[in-house]
């Protein structure tokens, strides 16, 4: 587990699955994806968490609150480029994550701290949206 001030990173689970299918499946979400957002089934949703934990080039982390340990969102780390220590982050947060309580603002930050200081990255890209 990645501890952060409100939130912690922690490994996917199974039962997050759930709410990744809401925020992959949520039209509001899909808009502020950068690149393709399409509608999945949660077969598909299923069979792309065996896929991606064993995915040593894309890592995945679900953001939980840490009182209920419930997932809220996810992060990520893509297309690591372990020779050059660099990668892409973004950020996915649930429909019903409460806005404008820096949630986000501390997903990433402790992502960042750990991509830099446990990983031991120099770079990460990445793409924001308002």
């Known amino acids: 587990m990645i501890e952060g001030k409100e939130i912690n990173l922690r490994a996917m689970e199974l039962e997050d699955m759930s709410c990744f299918w809401d925020m992959l499946n949520d039209q509001a979400v899909s808009s502020m994806v950068v690149g393709w957002s399409f509608p999945v089934s949660k077969e598909e949703q299923n069979e792309w968490y065996h896929r991606a934990i064993h995915d040593v080039k894309n890592k995945r982390f679900t953001i939980s609150q840490k009182e209920t340990n419930q997932a809220i969102g996810m992060v990520t780390l893509s297309n690591i480029d372990w020779q050059n220590r660099s990668a892409t982050h973004g950020i996915k947060l649930h429909p019903t994550c409460p806005k404008g309580k ?23 890209d990445g793409s924001w949206m308002e």
Request: hydrophobic content about 45%; proline content about 0%.
């Open 102 to 124: 820096g949630i986000g603002t501390d997903a990433v930050k402790t992502l960042m701290k750990y991509a830099f200081e446990e990983v031991n990255l120099n770079r990460l």
